[in-house]
């Protein structure tokens, strides 16, 4: 059992950054994908970034590519979400989650979940 809170979330301008961050409890984290996914009000919830147990492997979707960065780390339990050059389309809850299998992408492989932090852009 994984427990996820995430942190970090607030109002920023357009072009702004904010760094995120998820705690993990649990003495496995290390043998977990996490992964970060968004959900914006009327829409569904999509992925965002996941990172791999060790950290080598990184992957993004194309709209925060170049513009946010995944990071982990293991000895304290916790992945990092680095927003730079924000837009007020990257508005929504912003959720972590953890994976013990190998889809970085699909978020029903994802068994964890934290409760959401807020990430507001405005213009």
């Known amino acids: 059992q994984v427990q996820l809170v995430e942190s970090g979330g607030g109002l920023v301008q357009a072009g702004g950054s904010l760094r995120l961050s998820c705690a993990a409890s649990?003495?496995?984290?290390?043998?977990?994908?996490m992964g970060w996914f968004r959900q914006a009000p009327g829409k569904e919830r999509e992925f965002v970034a996941a990172?791999?147990?060790?950290?080598?492997?990184?992957y993004y979707a194309d709209s925060v590519k170049g513009r946010f960065t995944i990071s982990r780390d293991n000895a304290k339990n916790t992945v990092y979400l680095q927003m730079n050059s924000l837009k007020p389309e990257d508005t929504a809850v912003y959720f972590c989650?953890?994976?013990?299998?190998?889809?970085?992408?699909?978020?029903?492989?994802?068994?964890?979940w934290g409760q959401g932090t807020q990430v507001t852009v405005s213009s």
């Open positions: 989650a953890a994976s013990s299998r190998g889809d970085y992408f699909n978020l029903a492989e994802f068994d964890y």
């Open positions: 990172i791999s147990w060790s950290g080598f492997s990184t």
């Open positions: 649990g003495r496995t984290f290390s043998s977990y994908i």
